[in-house]
């Protein structure tokens, strides 16, 4: 099975902090996502990468950059942690293509509290 | 663009059937998901299926797609309390962008 880790359950920064939230797949997918989840809004795409190196925004790209150096590897950064970013982060992979439909392969979420 | 609608809350008592709703906008091939959220967790992928089939069954779980109306179910039979959880629909284009749609999930509640 494909395993999707994301290094923090559980995380307490404080407004200004910059923030690093890690991602790793296993199984060899070029695509990968930052999503954040919230109460009565729904899942919200961050941002995405197709390939290494490559990143897309999402719709609500602002306050965040993201990094991947690795194929396996996806990092959601926090420039300057504000309340604002209090959320549940899910990062997920995927093989799919335009043609090939899949699903997604999530990870267990990290859960981040700005103080 | 894509749309997805999902009712926000359904109870069941234990041991009978749930069906879970959701509409959706696009009448282009598509393909179809049901995740599943459970308490603090991520979301898994319970079974997906494509536009061009009617209905999907993999054990408890019975997937109908009605194309007219653009509406798909989730079926589960024999409602368990472990199935309370968040179940999203999502939808996805073939041949369009490979970033699914979701719903904004159906919070599923067993009570015995």
């Known amino acids: 099975d494909v395993k999707v880790t994301q290094s923090s359950r559980y995380l307490v920064k404080r407004t200004g902090e910059k923030v690093f939230l890690e991602c790793v797949q296993d199984?060899?997918?070029?695509?990968m996502f930052w999503y954040r989840q919230d109460p009565g809004l729904g899942l919200r795409l961050i941002y995405f990468s197709y390939d290494v190196k490559m990143k897309e925004k999402g719709d609500i790209p602002e306050g965040y950059s993201v990094s991947r150096e690795k194929k396996e590897r996806f990092s959601l950064i926090l420039e300057s942690a504000s309340t604002n970013q209090t959320s549940m982060y899910l990062c997920?992979?995927?093989?799919?293509?335009?043609?090939?439909?899949?699903?997604?392969?999530f990870g267990s979420g990290t859960r981040l509290t700005v103080v | 663009g894509e749309d997805v609608e999902q009712s926000l809350f359904l109870s069941v008592r234990e041991g009978d059937s749930s069906v879970i709703n959701c509409t959706y906008t696009?009448?282009?091939?598509?393909?179809l998901y049901w995740y599943k959220q459970e308490p603090g967790a991520g979301l898994q992928l319970l079974t997906y299926?494509?536009?061009?089939?009617d209905m999907k069954q993999d054990q408890r779980l019975t997937v109908l797609l009605n194309k007219k109306d653009k509406h798909l179910s989730l079926r589960i039979a024999d409602t368990q309390t472990g199935d309370s959880a968040i179940y999203f629909c999502?939808?996805?284009?073939?041949?369009?962008?490979?970033?699914?749609?979701f719903g904004r999930g159906t919070s599923l509640i067993v009570h015995p």
């Open positions: 299926i494509f536009s061009n089939m």
């Open positions: 999502a939808e996805r284009l073939v041949g369009g962008s490979y970033i699914p749609t």
């Open positions: 997920a992979s995927t093989l799919d293509s335009r043609t090939r439909g899949n699903g997604y392969t």
């Open positions: 199984m060899d997918h070029e695509n």
């Open positions: 696009d009448s282009s091939s598509t393909y």
